[in-house]
């Protein structure tokens, strides 16, 4: 049952082979048993109500393909009468009156949510080892990290604890986890996914989307998430498409577009051999591979650091003591109340990135840093533009490279040292700045001895709004090879 799709799971459901709350009840049995802390809230008493009312729905002959089809959920989204930490200890006991929108949606459709997932605090990190509730272990390798910050979202997917995952990306939180634990999650276009409920980091970057087993379950999920939504001034109105159904379109003649300097970022031979075969399965379904350059790619990091830091800086103003989470009852003054509450419960990560943001905001650095980095984006995101231009002779319909230079580090092996996670963003984060949406795809192991058999993911950039055509490479390519299949 763990290993099914949600297509062949609803059918099950459809047919009453098992009841919605039989099924809830497999997934809850394996959460109890798990040991890699994706989970940090469980609560089983909403969960088997879901599944009553999900019951309800297909008596009333109201359900849809999403019905029944256990959801677990990354703890940022805000979750009404479920705990939402966004991994932090200043949100520890925080209940969230309302629903973020995607929760909404998929409520309505009679998904089922399992539980929340653990993420690094604020969703800033590349290995969800700074969350408050500890890092989550790769299923794969429990001595490995599962990348981050939605590495309770990939890790879950791929041990089988979910069908499915709600996740973020902000500069590669969905790619790069759903890469270190081999499943497929997708990033959409910026500001197709309403943000509506939640908890943000950096606003101008972080959009939600889907970790699932295949692109053809994160297209279903996708169908039921991207629509309007007033509540966020960032979200627009596309035109309904049914992303499910575009799957299957012929890839002949498709332009890939490989830019040489994504594996020029010290990525290890064991990610070029396995990206090269993958480039070489896209051949054979009648791709053409056109060699492309990305002369911007040293700026990815410094400008993703400088604004991101900023908007958190900005963001993360809102926890004060007195609206949200744990409040101090003895403080002097207000200022001593501030600083007692946000030293005692932010971790060293978000302090860090308070600083420079409010260091990158201060008058001496606001031009020389902060409106530097804003223009370097712009420059950034009209290289990728004009790769996707039809107008160009050498355009391309995507690009293709590696999501990470490296498979999944060992816990503990970056943690004292951010520059170190930092620099593994580089890949994520061209799509991230420029807005693009973008999909990662298991595409093989690695074999050398330090960290043998750590998934290896591919990454797929696609032009605005072009999810469909993401998703359909995807697909095909899961329908020639198995990596996606592989289970710890
Ligand atoms: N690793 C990046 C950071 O720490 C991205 C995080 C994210 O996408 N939420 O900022």
């Known amino acids: 049952m763990y290993n099914k799709t949600i297509k062949e799971l609803s059918i099950l459901l459809k047919k009453k082979k098992i009841s919605i709350t039989e099924l809830t009840i497999l997934f809850l049995k394996k959460i109890y048993k798990n040991n890699i802390n994706a989970f940090i809230n469980i609560n089983e008493e909403l969960t088997l109500k879901q599944a009553k009312i999900a019951e309800k729905k297909f008596f009333n002959k109201e359900n849809t393909i999403l019905t029944g089809i256990p959801i677990a959920h990354k703890d940022v989204f805000v979750t009404k009468g479920w705990k ?20 909404k949606k998929l409520n309505f459709e009679g998904m089922i949510t399992l539980g929340k997932l653990n993420c690094d605090e604020f969703a800033m990190g590349s290995s969800n080892e700074n969350s408050f509730f500890g890092p989550v272990k790769n299923p794969w390798d429990k001595k490995a990290v599962s990348g981050g910050s939605s590495g309770g979202s990939a890790a879950a997917v791929a041990a089988r604890l979910t069908p499915v995952a709600t996740a973020t990306d902000t500069g590669g939180s969905i790619r790069q986890p759903s890469s270190f634990c081999g499943v497929t999650g997708i990033k959409p276009t910026y500001g197709s996914v309403s943000r509506f409920g939640i908890i943000s980091f950096a606003s101008s970057l972080d959009q939600a989307g889907i970790i699932a087993k295949n692109a053809e379950d994160c297209a279903l999920l996708l169908n039921s998430i991207i629509c309007k939504d007033k509540s966020d001034l960032t979200n627009i109105k596309r035109p309904k498409e049914n992303f499910y159904k575009n799957l299957n379109c012929n890839l002949q003649n498709i332009k890939i577009g490989i830019p040489k300097e994504f594996f020029n970022q010290n990525i290890s031979e064991d990610i070029k051999i396995n990206i090269e075969n993958a480039l070489n399965e896209f051949k054979k379904l009648g791709a053409n591979l056109i060699n492309i350059k990305l002369y911007k790619t040293e700026l990815y990091i410094p400008t993703y650091y400088i604004i991101s830091s900023a908007e958190a800086y900005s963001n993360l103003s809102r926890f004060d003591g007195i609206r949200f989470g744990i409040k101090h009852k003895k403080y002097k003054n207000i200022i001593k109340m501030y600083k007692k509450y946000r030293s005692d419960n932010f971790g060293n ?70 520059i170190l996670n930092y620099i593994s963003d580089i890949l994520t984060l061209p799509s991230s700045l420029s807005g693009l949406p973008s999909i990662s795809i298991p595409c093989g192991f690695s074999k050398y001895k330090t960290n043998k058999n750590r998934p290896i993911g591919l990454q797929i950039i696609g032009n605005y709004f072009n999810e469909s055509k993401i998703l359909n490479l995807a697909y095909k390519f899961q329908q020639v090879t198995d990596w996606h299949t592989k289970i710890p």
């Open 84 to 103: 939402t930490t966004a991994g932090s200890k200043i949100l520890k006991n925080y209940i969230s009156p309302f629903d973020a929108f995607i929760i």
């Open 349 to 418: 990560e978000v302090k860090l990135r308070i600083l420079i943001g409010s260091h990158i905001l201060s008058d001496n650095f606001y031009n020389k840093c902060y409106l530097q980095a804003q223009k370097i984006r712009r420059i950034i995101t009209n290289e990728l533009k004009e790769i996707f231009n039809k107008k160009n002779k050498n355009y391309c319909d995507v690009i293709i490279g590696p999501v990470s230079p490296t498979v999944a580090w060992n816990i503990k092996e970056k943690k004292r040292n951010p």
